[in-house]
């Protein structure tokens, strides 16, 4: 949900303090040991008991209109605590934080909506079970977010690592003093957003009864393997028409190739050691220019190339020498010689379809004139560098691969359904309530697809 944020994320900075709003969750106190940030504009003009989403349906008693109202302090107390940890700009025309205003406005609309739905459907009584998984999640949250602040809580306690511990922490008893001060610490944190521990409870209670209702309206729906296998049919269908009539097109849809690959399709690895990028950049600027002196360019490329030959020639006759493993031989030279080599990248393994036009002729030529898995191309020179290639073999799609293709497809078309069923509910819902918002006390403008006539400014017109 929403509400569950990366410990990494925790940024140890004071809440926004902005003047003009007395006895405001604004202005309430602060740590002295957190509080190093401030808002760069006074742009908080409502008080706390202001209403900034409120219900105008007919029909609503005033026990309901109090329930889906929503006041500044609401507000302002997720927004705060989570634009501080997101370390968001808190101006009023900043992008950004508009976008997390509307977000949470938006969030705590649909929550009241949804719980009062989840009480209507009996999903909101929890059974002994759920309040236990509850409990274990919050006592999990709490755990991370005591623990973000243990590097502060052991400096400000005085305590180093003990030097006997061959583990490399802290005493048992020095860890007890760090973990209660490292507590103490994330809840003067959390105190100027007017928050608790409990308020984390009631945040994994609600998202726990959330998740019940979406559950709820998504047990109907299905996808068969009839529409599964249909879409990926017509998907193959669509790869091939498109590979026969334009071969880029095909290489620049990255579904096309989890389903159907040309036939001739090669992997190969390549050995690249390039020219200074300055050299590479000024050769191949002087060659788009009009009426450039193409020999003269070629001899530019020969003098820069002559400079690395010898390494090329080096990398070259390492990984064409005799060995039984040709494969493992490449790897050694590739990793010890290539100038774009990556270790991040598995077996530095790249796809080349049949036809393309990303390349260059000589570089094609080269790749596509080896005969059989295992070759060796020549070395081939270019603007950039020397290149040479080892032909791996040609790339297919196994049967596991296109089931495990079918499996994406199911999850996504299952996911977009439910997303859909969600959607359209929830819109449904909030229509039987019909929001208007304060935009000038949220600060973010008014949505365009909104109707313009609304009123929602006039604290007299709630």
Request: glycine fraction near 4%; charged fraction near 30%; hydrophobic fraction near 30%.
């Amino acid at each position: 949900m929403k509400k569950k944020f990366s410990v990494a994320a925790l940024l140890l900075a004071g809440v926004m303090m902005v003047t003009g709003c007395s006895e405001s969750i604004l202005s309430s106190g602060t740590s002295d040991t957190s509080s190093n940030t401030e808002s760069k504009e006074d742009i908080w003009t409502a008080a706390d008991d202001d209403l900034v989403a409120y219900p105008t349906a007919e029909g609503l008693t005033d026990e309901q209109k109090k329930y889906f109202s929503v006041t500044f302090k609401d507000f302002y107390t997720e927004y705060g605590f989570i634009s501080n940890n997101l370390g968001l700009t808190d101006t009023k025309d900043d992008a950004d934080a508009q976008l997390y205003r509307q977000s949470i406005i938006e969030m705590l609309v649909h929550e009241r909506v949804i719980l009062k739905k989840a009480e209507e459907m009996g999903l909101a009584d929890l059974t002994k079970e759920e309040m236990d998984t509850i409990d274990k999640n919050y006592q999990e949250n709490m755990k991370n977010w005591h623990s973000s602040f243990t590097a502060q809580a052991a400096s400000e306690l005085g305590i180093t690592v003990n030097s006997s511990d061959t583990s490399g922490g802290f005493s048992a008893e020095d860890q007890a003093k760090i973990d209660a001060k490292a507590k103490e610490l994330f809840n003067e944190y959390i105190k100027p957003f007017d928050m608790t521990e409990e308020t984390f409870l009631k945040w994994e209670t609600n998202s726990f009864i959330e998740k019940k209702v979406l559950e709820h309206l998504y047990k109907d729906i299905k996808v068969t393997d009839d529409e599964v296998d249909k879409y990926i049919n017509d998907l193959i269908a669509e790869a091939k028409k498109t590979y026969d009539e334009d071969v880029s097109k095909y290489e620049q849809n990255t579904q096309y190739g989890s389903v159907w690959i040309p036939e001739g399709t090669r992997n190969i690895k390549h050995v690249f050691i390039g020219i200074s990028t300055i050299d590479a950049a000024e050769i191949i600027a002087a060659r788009k220019e009009s009426g450039a002196d193409q020999e003269e360019i070629d001899k530019l490329r020969d003098e820069k190339l002559a400079e690395i030959k010898e390494k090329i020639d080096t990398a070259y006759k390492k990984a064409t020498a005799e060995s039984d493993d040709k494969e493992k031989t490449f790897d050694a030279v590739l990793k010890e010689y290539s100038h774009d080599y990556n270790s991040s990248v598995t077996d530095q393994t790249i796809t080349i379809v049949k036809g393309t036009s990303s390349l260059t002729k000589e570089l094609y030529d080269a790749i596509y004139n080896l005969e059989k898995p295992g070759d060796i191309s020549e070395i081939v020179a270019t603007d950039t560098g020397y290149y040479f290639f080892y032909y791996v073999g040609e790339e297919t799609i196994t049967d596991s691969e296109l089931e495990a293709q079918k499996k994406n497809v199911y999850n996504g078309m299952l996911t977009e359904r439910q997303n859909e069923k969600a959607n359209t509910t929830i819109e449904e819902w909030l229509s039987e309530v019909k929001y208007e918002y304060d935009y000038e006390k949220l600060n973010f403008p008014k949505p365009k697809e909104e109707n313009t006539t609304s009123s929602t400014t006039s604290e007299s017109s709630k």
